[in-house]
Every structure is written in structure tokens, then in C-alpha cells.
């Protein structure tokens, strides 16, 4: 409980008065200034009980796409058996305090209040503690409680439709430049065996060469791998919107594929992320969690390689301020190289070949994923 400005002032103003009145001996004055302390007596009479009111806050859901739905639900209980209870309600999300319009709850009465959350940014959003603050006589007085704990929401980038990935393309042997079309399964990486591997599996040839027991890595040809490279470096995206499309981007791309039931890598291209998320597992959102988190890195020049076993489909996602050759390098390592550039300067989508890469252009997400359909997904 404490006083509002308002009533700190009619307080100093009411003790004022009355101390002048006495001095002076006028009843008057001296009966006015006492009113304004007792009115401010009143106030604070009227908050220093606690209020008759049970009070619950939840939110859902707590993981949304960016621009998605999410919201709050205040559900309040008045306990009071007579009078009725008046309350406001302020709730701190993302450190900005937001106002909730609460009706007067009657005596036993039980109100339910819904109110969004804002998802226009990436990341986590806390949200919490939220404030119930009852008003005293004439605003001179009132109280405050904390409610709840601090909840976060995790806000990840949208995903747009995608028709999905190329026919199968994958390579043979590592550091080979042959195609396996589709059909049967491709040996694309061998490795130490390790207690529970299949024994059915060990490549005796290599074993008996290297004297270490070693297992074959398969994979289905008809199910290529997508290893999506993000280009997040501040230099490469010269507005902040720019790098969400780019965001967004791949986050389509990498939800299409695993949907798919292909394997997927994500990298960016400062190397602060690289997520791998298995064939088959459809429920796995680690890329969508690490995307989430991304934010554009000023103190890297260099990009990121991708890994010899994952040239398989690579799709490097760029801005228009980056050095389309850097790009066209590393895609062109590829079996099937596409780099995506997300161009606000750009008046239309276009697409054009250089080497052995497809280059989209556009100016926002949707043209992107639109010419990735047209060209790329067969």
C-alpha cells in the first residue's frame, strides 16, 4: 500500500492548511485542511486490507510463430460476499508494462479476461510478474501485489509452405563427384565402430586397411540431405527486416524437409550455430529453437564451410549487401547448390544459373519460397 502523488500532495496541502488555520485561528481554513487529511485517512482505509479477490494467470501457447497468436488469460475471483471489488491489472511483457482492462468483479463473482501478446520479434519473451493494483478513495491511495511468476514465451520465425526438396542427388564415397539416382542406399561416410552398432554394417575392406574396426554410414538416395548455410553477418543485411526474411527463409526450408523425412543440418555462417536433426524425427524443433535465437554478428568477415559429408542439397541464405561470389563458392560445391538472397531493393523476383548454382532473388520471404517452388522443388 502507499499513496499516489495525488495523495501525498493532499496530504502536505491538508497538514498545511490545518497548521495555518490553528495559527491564525481561523475555523475555516482549519476545517478544510482536517477534510483533506481525513479524505487521505479514508483513502488509505479503504486499500490496507487485502483485497477479496483470488487471481490466476496463464499463457498459451508458450512456443508461437512469429506474428502468430498468443495470449493471456487473467481469471479473477471475487471472495467477497457484499460489496464489490474494483482492480487494474498491468502485466510486464518483454519489460514494456501493458495495461488489462478488468471489470468490477461483483460480490462472488468470477471474470475471465483474455489479452494478446505481442509476437512481432524473435527470441524469448518474458512475460510476468503481472500487477493487480486496487484504487483507493479518489485515487489518493492504493495497493499493489505481484502475481505469478515470470513466464517465457519463445517466439520462432514463420514458417511458410515449401513444396520440399529435389529428387534424390546424393553422393557416393566421400570426396567423390558421381551421382546415385534413385533406388537402394548410398555409403556417404564411414566411422570407428562404437558397443551396439550393427555388426552387419562394419566395412571389413577399410577395417582390415586401417586395423579399427569401421561402420558404414547409408543413407536413402531418394531422401537427399538439406544443409541450409545462414549468412549472419551483420554486413550482409543492410535492414533489420531483410535478415528475418532470411530467417524465415530457412526455417521454411528446414520444416519442409524434416516433414519430408529428410535429414537436416543448419549452420550460420559465423559458426555460432549448427544444429543436425535426423532423418525421421518429426517432432525434433532444435533448428526452429536455434533460429529463434539468431541475431546478425558485426565482428565476422569469413563465412563457414559446409562439411564435405553434407554437400548434398545446400541452400545458402544471404542479404543484398553480401558477396554473391563468397555464395556462389560454396553452394557450387554442392550436388545441387541454390543460394537465396533476400534483396529489398530488388523490383521483382528473378533467377539465373551461374556455374553449377541457381541464384533466387527477392525482395521479401514469400518470393523466395515461391521461385524455390517453381525451380528447385520438383
Known amino acids: 500500500m502507499r499513496l499516489t502523488p495525488r495523495g501525498v500532495s493532499a496530504l502536505v496541502l491538508g497538514m498545511l492548511l490545518t497548521g495555518l488555520g490553528l495559527w491564525w485561528r481561523y475555523p475555516g481554513l482549519t476545517g478544510f485542511g482536517a477534510a483533506l487529511v481525513l479524505m487521505v485517512v479514508a483513502a488509505v482505509a479503504t486499500v490496507i486490507v487485502p483485497a477479496p479477490v483470488r487471481a490466476a494467470r496463464t499463457v498459451r501457447p508458450r512456443t508461437v510463430h512469429r506474428l502468430g497468436r498468443c495470449a493471456g488469460t487473467l481469471v479473477l475471483t471475487s471472495t467477497s460476499r457484499r460489496f464489490p471489488v474494483r482492480l487494474d491489472a498491468v502485466d510486464l511483457i518483454g519489460g514494456t508494462p501493458i495495461g488489462i482492462d478488468v471489470p468490477v468483479l461483483r460480490p462472488g463473482a468470477e471474470s475471465s479476461v483474455e489479452y494478446p501478446v505481442p509476437t512481432t520479434r524473435r527470441g524469448v519473451l518474458p512475460i510476468g510478474p503481472l500487477e493487480l493494483r486496487r484504487p483507493g478513495l479518489a485515487g489518493l491511495a492504493g495497493s499493489r501485489v505481484s502475481l505469478g511468476d515470470v513466464t517465457d514465451v519463445r517466439v520462432v520465425p514463420r514458417v511458410l509452405p515449401v513444396r520440399g526438396l529435389p529428387s534424390g542427388v546424393r553422393r557416393g564415397h566421400v570426396g567423390a563427384d558421381e551421382r546415385v539416382e534413385r533406388g537402394g542406399t548410398d555409403l556417404v561416410g564411414l566411422r570407428e565402430y562404437v558397443p551396439g552398432d550393427d555388426l552387419r554394417r562394419l566395412h571389413w575392406a577399410t577395417s582390415a586397411k586401417t586395423g579399427v574396426l569401421m561402420v558404414r554410414e547409408d543413407a536413402d538416395p531418394a531422401r537427399p540431405h538439406l544443409a541450409v548455410l545462414l549468412d549472419d553477418r551483420a554486413g550482409s543485411h543492410p535492414d533489420e527486416d531483410g535478415f528475418e526474411d532470411a530467417v524465415e527463409t530457412a526455417a521454411s526450408l528446414l520444416t519442409a524437409a524434416v516433414a519430408g523425412g529428410h535429414p537436416v543440418r543448419l549452420m550460420s555462417a559465423s559458426g555460432g550455430v549448427d544444429v543436425e536433426v535426423p532423418a525421421g524425427v518429426l517432432e525434433d524443433d532444435s533448428a526452429l529453437a536455434a533460429l529463434a535465437d539468431i541475431q546478425p554478428v558485426s565482428d565476422v568477415d569469413a563465412m563457414l564451410s559446409v562439411p ?71
Open 308 to 378: 564435405q559429408r553434407d554437400l548434398d542439397v545446400v541452400a545458402v541464405i544471404s542479404g543484398g549487401g553480401a558477396d554473391q561470389a563468397s555464395l556462389l563458392l560454396e553452394a557450387g560445391r554442392a550436388s545441387v547448390g541454390v543460394v537465396l538472397v533476400v534483396d529489398r531493393e530488388a523490383d521483382t523476383p528473378s533467377t539465373h544459373a551461374v556455374g553449377g548454382a541457381l541464384i533466387l532473388t527477392g525482395p521479401r520471404v514469400e518470393d523466395l519460397v515461391s521461385l524455390w517452388d517453381t525451380v528447385v522443388a520438383r
